[in-house]
């Protein structure tokens, strides 16, 4: 195979693998959003999400979720 070729083949696979990375990507992030909105814990919602607490914050933040009212502080 010539390399322009094989290069054009290279390139068609990278966008298609790009184009499902998106895409799986934008499902990951409405599944966190669904289930902040469900009420359950951020700390649960990061550990089984592929994003990092940070990100998880950002996606909640860009869907008007509000934070999570701090707990009773220990010892009090």
Do not use: C, W
Not at 2 to 12: E, F, I
Not at 62 to 72: S, Y
């Amino acid at each position: 195979m010539d390399p322009m070729t094989k290069l054009d083949k290279a390139t068609a696979s990278y966008r298609e693998a790009k184009a499902v990375h998106d895409a799986a990507q934008k499902a990951a992030a409405a599944a966190v959003v669904e289930a902040l909105r469900a009420g359950e814990r951020p700390t649960d919602v990061t550990a089984r999400s592929p994003f990092t607490a940070a990100y998880v914050r950002r996606i909640a933040r860009d869907n008007g979720i509000e934070p999570a009212k701090p707990g009773p502080k220990k010892g009090a």
